[in-house]
């Protein structure tokens, strides 16, 4: 008969493994990543917009589902919008539009104190790039604005000193379906208080995004 060896003398990520929280994570991450395959699996081939496709994209609404990871574990869920603004530009052959990002996220993590999750709000002005004078289905776009979480973030491994925060991005992005009304967008971030106070040890987060635009 093997001996039972006590869970205290396990290494602790393997202590950890099956422990409710652990659990909980695991149905986050998978139900993020079904539910984004879901929406992937309707992709159809992006065809050249008429001009008015054009237009009515770009002044387009949004709303969306992301997941982002971090490391030592932290997760989120977020549901958001977006809201174009009534501008342009052109630049290297392509063309530049803004819009309004507004968003909340349960952000889940490693808690060193009482709580493990935080609710986070932030609006974050982006600005959006389309090569071929706007008209491909690829974009590149990059935003910074401001956070604000319900609990600071303090996990076993870093701690927040605010809780206002930053938020810059840069992302990844096409369009897809008929109008080309579904977005997917592969985009990092990095969160932190930009020196307003200490400790800002920063948090970065790779993020994935489904968007349907109407």
Known sequence: MSPVVPQSALPHNIATQSSP??????RLVLS???????????????QTPTAATQADLALAKSV???G??????TDGATLGMTLPWQWRRDLW????????????????????????????????PTLRWRPD????????????GVTYMSDRYVTVHKEFSTSFNFASHLGLGYNFGAQRA???????????NAGIDHPNPGENTLQLRYAYHF
Do not use: K
């Open 64 to 66: 969306y589902v992301q």
């Open 32 to 46: 993020s990543l079904v539910l984004l395959a879901t929406f992937g699996a309707s992709v159809a081939v992006a």
């Open 133 to 144: 004078a706007g008209r491909s289905p690829w974009f590149v776009e990059a935003g910074i």
């Open 21 to 26: 929280r652990c659990r909980t994570r695991n």
């Open 93 to 124: 052959n392509g063309e530049v539009r803004g819009h309004w990002d507004a968003y909340v996220t349960r952000l889940s993590f490693d808690g060193a104190r009482d709580y493990n999750h935080t609710w986070l709000i932030g609006l974050v």
């Open 68 to 73: 982002s990871w971090a490391e030592h574990g």
């Open 182 to 192: 579904h977005e997917m967008q592969v985009r990092y971030e990095h969160l932190s």
